[in-house]
């Protein structure tokens, strides 16, 4: 008999030290961020970047399979750049270049280096010959200019 309420004691221990060790911690902290803007932007870790690069995309339902009638997807709708005030943090649009702008001046443009899709506001888009894009920011106070890049995995063209 003791043996069983020994045994007994003992599990119920493990088991209550199993759901501390497991147990959720308070949610009311903040999440640190490491450096990281979580907000979508393409550039994310430059915090103190003039600009923030974003891939647009718009919802869409298709037609689904047996499981459900329809399905919604994203479909990438362009790129989006977002000039960022360095007084009150505050992004402002400055520019929106669809998909099929992106693709007729990139195949028209025969793919070459330099290729300029977009500018505004001294905001620039440009193409790479070897299949990157980068983005260029007008100087700031101090003279400086802020050039991001990225490789291209979701703009198909010829």
């Not at 450096?35 to 994310?44: F, K, P, S």
């Amino acid at each position: 008999m003791f043996k069983r309420l020994f045994l007994f004691v003992a599990l119920l221990g493990l088991l209550l030290c199993a759901g501390a060790v497991f147990a959720k911690e308070d949610s009311t902290e903040p999440v640190p961020t490491n450096g990281y803007i979580y907000d979508g932007r393409l550039n994310g870790a430059d915090v103190a970047a003039p600009v923030a690069i974003f891939y647009r995309y718009e919802t869409v339902r298709l037609p689904g399979d047996w499981t459900a009638p329809f399905k919604e997807v994203k479909k990438l709708e362009g790129i989006e750049l977002l000039a960022i005030d360095p007084v009150t943090n505050n992004g402002r649009l400055v520019m929106d270049v669809p998909v099929t702008t992106i693709i007729d001046k990139i195949d028209t443009g025969h793919h070459k280096d330099g290729l300029l899709i977009a500018s505004n506001e001294g905001f620039s888009l440009y193409y790479s010959d070897d299949n990157w894009f980068y983005v260029t920011a007008p100087a700031d106070k101090e003279g400086k200019t802020y050039t991001y890049q990225w490789q291209n995995f979701t703009f198909l063209h010829d």
